[in-house]
Structure formats: C-alpha cells, structure tokens
C-alpha cells in the first residue's frame, strides 16, 4: 500500500510561481514512476508531469513543457512540481500519482493522493 500526500496548492494571479509536493509513504519500489495529474472543474483529469523513481527521466504534458518542472528528493520520499508563469487555464485540483510505467491515462494509476487546489487568477 501507498499513501500519497500533497501539500503547497493555493491562489496565484496569472504569472506567478507555486511549488508543490507529494510526501509519499508506504511501499514505493525502485521501478514506480511518481506523477502530477490535474482536474478542473466540469472536465476529465489530465496528465501533467512524470517521473521515473529511478534515472529521474522526466515526460509532460505540451500544456505545462517549459512552465513545469516535475523533481523527486529520494532521501524524503517526496516529488515537486514547480510551476512558473501560471495561466487561468492552469487552475484545477492538482493530484499526485503513482504507476508502474509511465501513463498519461488515470487508468493506468495505480495509487493518487487526494489533491491540492490550485487557483489562478487572472
């Protein structure tokens, strides 16, 4: 079993920077691939960003490449998603994700955390 974490959501105005995490506990193997996913309101959840737990190989959504940036601190079992120059569109319920490989279909999750909101304002 794996517990999954996040913190660091919050209001933003349209250009800002937030930064959050994902403290995960419980038995995350060497081959899990750690993930962002995010909901808005009224639409599907969407893959954002991954990153394999080993070799720290990274994937993106085109919506988030050069604004997002996905990293992982081994020693603290946690995952960032920093996120720079935040749009309106950006706004959503921000979700970490553990999977066996990497997936940008919610099916193929394997644990999520319950999520940190996200609003930005324009």
């Known amino acids: 079993q794996v517990q999954l974490v996040e913190s660091g959501g919050g209001l933003v105005q349209a250009g800002g920077s937030l930064r959050l995490s994902c403290a995960a506990s419980g038995r995350i193997f060497s081959a899990s691939v750690m993930g962002w996913f995010r909901q808005a309101p009224g639409k599907e959840r969407e893959f954002v960003a991954a990153?394999?737990?080993?070799?720290?190989?990274?994937n993106y959504a085109d919506s988030v490449k050069g604004r997002f940036t996905i990293s992982w601190d081994n020693a603290k079992n946690t995952v960032y998603l920093q996120m720079n120059s935040l749009k309106p569109a950006d706004t959503a319920v921000y979700h970490c994700?553990?999977?066996?490989?990497?997936?940008?279909?919610?099916?193929?999750?394997?644990?999520w955390g319950k999520g940190t909101l996200v609003t930005v304002s324009s």
């Open positions: 994700a553990v999977s066996e490989i990497v997936t940008i279909n919610p099916a193929g999750v394997r644990y």
């Open positions: 990153i394999r737990w080993t070799g720290g190989i990274s």
